[in-house]
Every structure is written in C-alpha cells, then in structure tokens.
C-alpha cells in the first residue's frame, strides 16, 4: 500500500501501545494484528486514498488510520476527534469527492471500505460503532464488519454484505463487491497474540485475503443477487469497480448459527482430503500419509478435526485426530474416547526400540515428541506405534503427523499457547529434518540443534528478531517488551511478551520470508517466552531460543554446549520430560 504519510504499528490489546518511530518512505510498516490486517483488503483502501486525497479539509493522513485501534488511529486523524468514527469520516469524504465528479468506481470502493472491520485487541473482540450521522446516507445504511469469532458477528456480517449490495446497486455499481468486503474465518478466542487466521502483505497491491484465499463469504453470490433484486441506480456516473479481485467457488460461507461448511470445488485454496487412517497389517506403505497432504489433514483444518467440528467431536464413519477408528456409518453406536494428558520421560518415548533402531531424526518437542520410527527386519521393517510400514518414508511420515495432530488438538483445547500456526511449522521442520537422505543420526541431530539457534542473519529479509524488556517503553511507567529492531518488526510495545513474540513470528512468516526452520524455531521460542515469568527472563527465553543469545542473560539461561557423543555417532544427548496426550477410544 502506498501512503502520503506513512503509520507503524497499532494497538495489539489493551496493554499495547504504538511505537514512537516512523518510517520514511512511501510505503507503510503497518503491522500484522488482528483482523482485519491493514493490508488485507489493500485495492479498496488504495482506491479510497485517490479520491479522499482530492479534497481532504479534515486533514486525514490516509485510510489506513480508520481500520487501527484508536492509540495508533489518533497518530493520523487530523481533525477527527471521535476515533470511533475515523473510518466513516474517511469513507464519507472519499465517496463525496466521487460522488462531485461522477466516478462509481471511486463511490463503490469507498462503500466497501467502510464496511471493512476495524482491529480489535483480542480474537472475537467487537469493534465500537460510531454514532456520528454521515453526510452521506449511504455510508451511513450499514454498520462495519465484526471479527467472526465475536458473539452473533456472522449473522451480522451477512446482514452488512446484504444491505451494502443495496446501496452498491442504487449507485449503479456492482452489488457482489459486497462479499468482498468480509473478513477472515473465525480464529481462536484463547488466541494471546490476537492474529486470529488472518494475513497482512503490504507488497500486495490487491490484497492478501483475495490472493491467499482468505476470505470468508458472508452469504452466498445468489443472496446477494436476490437482494438487489428490483433494485434500480438512482446514479448516472462514469467508471466501474467489479468484483474480480477473487473466484467466489470453493470459498467457505459463513451460517448464521456459527457453523462454517467446508470449502468445496476445485478453486478452493487447498483441495479437501481424507485425514490419516490406522493402517491394517496388510495395507500399503502410503496408507498413513497420502500424496500431497504430509499432515494428513482436511485441508484448512490443522487441527486433524473434521471441518465445522472445532470441538475434534469425531464424526460418524471417521477416524478422529489421533487415528482412533470411528463407529461404522451402518451402525448406531458412537465411540467412547477418553483423553488422558500426562508428562512422562522422553526417554520413555524415544528410546522404546526394543526392536530396532529409531530413525526418527526430529527433536522438536512442542505438543510432545514424534513418536520413534523402529527399524526392524521383515517385509515391513518399519513401525510406528505398532503399524508396520515397508518404506522408512511413509513411516517418518506418519510419525511426523501423528506429533502433528496431537500438537494441534493442545493448541485448539488450550493446553498449548500460541496457536495452531507453530504445529505446522514445527511439521514442516519435522519432514524437513527426514529428508536428508543417507545422512547419519549424528549428522541429522547436529542439524536440528542448528535449527533450535539459527546463525544471525539468517530471517530473510530481515534482521535481528529480538525482544527487549526495559521501563519507559512509550511512555510507560512499568517495564514492558518490544522488538529491538523497530525497523523490521515496527510493534508498540505490550506488556504481555506473547503479543510481542507473535507479532515477530508473524512477520518472519509473511514479510521475511524467513527459512521454515527459523519460524519452527520462532514458534518454540515464543511459546517459551509465554511461559516464562513475564520480564526479562521471558525477553531472554525467546531471545535464546530464537537469536542464540539472551538480551541480558542471567546465569541460569546460558545455552548449553552441545555435547559430544557417548559412543559411536548415533549418540545424542537425552531429551527431557514431554506432556503426551492419550485417547483410548472404545
């Protein structure tokens, strides 16, 4: 997004605060927090800039501000008192202007900004409404959108989309433009750093939650015809603006009682597939990890649950998360699980090769260890928690998804902060460190230690991802976190790390474009520092992990040297204590 004057972050919750630094060029450091990313929707805001900037009495800095939380929003709303409000002001003065010179395009994209959500500071948060009275009434027929996993926010999106089509049609722009203004899925309301399943690219001259399939339909392309229906433009203007920015099929349609239907056709973003099956004796090597999907997952679900049963319920016919077989669809009876969560030695879990030897090369224990790949002799000298595989792929394969989803159901179930997000990087990691063909144990351990600390310089694009813990942050009287390196990770600071730490994961994500081991590292790293005590030695967990160093490490944060081996080149250090999450299903 280009700006006149450019912003930096915003608001993350109600402990955040903006940064004080600005940066100096045409396009804007607008940081990733909870939807709507500023960037999500970047054609409208960049349209509604064209024609805000042609007669801007009030003096807004640009669109952008509308969208942030009012710390941040106060940093470019010139005139405007009420922040509530920003937003409607900007959308009236941009649809004015078209309006004086008879361009719908400008007066449909105006309309569709100021029905976009404003951030919040927490998922599901409700944004306040502004009660000023527009100039325009067409700005005023509608209310803006709320975060879908807010109480009754998708039934109240859809009624947004319907009456924003009402208004598209009297200006005789295109109704259907209305779906393009919804937000993102539901994320997760335990979510502590409030990204919720949301993108934010600024290089994205559309907008990332067209390109990456993000978006959330309010109602379906049908509704919406339904609703303009007999309606007739009371405008004759010039220009138009069509809804071509994204292929409606195989999006997910919101229902108003909260349930999402999964996304289906084959212009979904990820094709649906079958999750992972216990396989019988006889079955395949593939069986437990089919081509094309290493999770082994629905796809937009990381969780392993059946789409629209976020509770990981299983579903009649179907094996639930942990490869539990499901009742028979001809049957009646459902199955009994019971979910035991204990922490027990690693060594219990790794080293159990009483039948030969664990290839499992993945350390990485978040959500708990990867169940150890024995390799045994026979026609199928591989096994995974008692099945048997004939290649080591399938069965690396298998453990790496089986670590996965039990990962995923801690995150979504709350026993694991930091979201679903670190499970699939830690995934990806997990089939990465398998990969390296004839490469000895000791040879893949040393890598993996390498991983747990990348070398500096390594985040793509960007540089130094470290947290400082220091007072007077902002203004603050009490001490609170923020990134050393405001120019890449342009955050205010927060007194709670996690909100911090996400925010930088996020950006080596999406920004940095960092390698998949540095953000598996960035995930464990933050999920370190959120356990930690919230003051230094939460900066310095995160900072060790992720960076190698401390900001001012205390003596008990020392990394520890890696060791050398016993005997022989498969010797490694022991893993510590993991949590394990048992299902016995009968």
Known sequence: MKFELVTLGLLGMASASPAQHLAHSRRGNIVKRQVPQEHSHEIFLTITREFLNLNNPKGIADPVFGLLGDGAASKGAGKVTNLACLKQETADQAFTNAKKVGDIRGMSAALVYQALERNTGSVGGV??????????????????????????????????????????????????????????????????????????SANDPVGCIFTQRLLLLDATPDEIKAAVQGVVPAFAGTGQLKATHIDFAGLPVAAATGALPPAAGPAAAKPPVTPPVTPPASSGPAAGNPAGNPAGN??????????????????????????????????????????????????????????????????????????????????????????????????????????????????????????????????????????????????????????????????????????????????????????????????????????????????????????AAVQASCAQASAA??????????????????????????????PTPTPAPAAGEDACPPPAAVVMTITKCT
């Open 127 to 200: 944004s306040a409404a502004c009660t000023d009275k527009p100039v325009n009434p067409e700005i005023g027929a509608f209310a803006q959108h709320q975060d879908a996993a807010g109480p009754g926010a998708l039934a109240g999106n859809k009624a947004i989309a319907l009456a924003l089509a009402k208004q598209l049609a009297l200006i005789g722009g295109d109704p259907l433009l209305a779906l393009e203004s919804g937000t993102f899925v539901a994320g997760d309301l335990n979510d502590r750093t409030a990204a919720g399943k949301s993108c934010d």
């Open 298 to 515: 629905p796809a937009g679900n990381p969780a392993g649950n059946p789409a629209g049963n976020p509770a990981g319920n299983p579903a009649a016919g179907a094996p639930d998360a942990d490869g539990c077989e499901a009742v028979k669809p001809t049957t009646t009876a459902t199955p009994s699980c019971t979910v035991i969560t204990t922490t027990i030695a690693a060594t219990a879990v790794q080293t159990d090769t009483s039948a030969g030897t664990n290839i499992q090369a993945f350390t990485g224990t978040l959500g708990g260890a990867a169940p150890p790949v024995v390799k045994g002799t026979g026609d199928r000298p591989f096994s995974v928690n008692g099945n048997t595989f004939t290649g080591a792929g399938a069965a690396l394969g298998r453990s790496c998804d089986t670590q996965h989803n039990a990962c995923a159901n801690a995150a979504n179930t709350g026993k694991l902060t930091g979201g679903v997000g670190q499970c699939d990087t830690q995934n990806t990691q997990c089939h990465a460190a398998n990969s390296l063909g004839k490469r000895s144990s000791r040879e893949r351990f040393l890598r993996d230690r390498r991983q747990a600390t990348p070398a500096a310089g390594n985040f793509g694009t960007c540089t130094d991802p470290s947290i400082k813990f220091a007072a007077g942050l902002d203004g603050r009287k009490e001490s609170a976190f923020i990134p050393n390196n405001l120019k890449d990770f342009g955050h205010g600071s927060a007194q709670k790390v996690g909100i911090i730490a996400g925010f930088i994961c996020q950006r080596l994500s999406d920004s940095c474009k960092a390698p």
């Open 529 to 558: 520092a959120v356990a930690a005590t919230q003051n230094q030695a939460a900066a310095d967990a995160f900072n060790g992990i992720l960076v190698g160093k401390a900001a001012a490490p205390p003596a008990k944060a020392t």
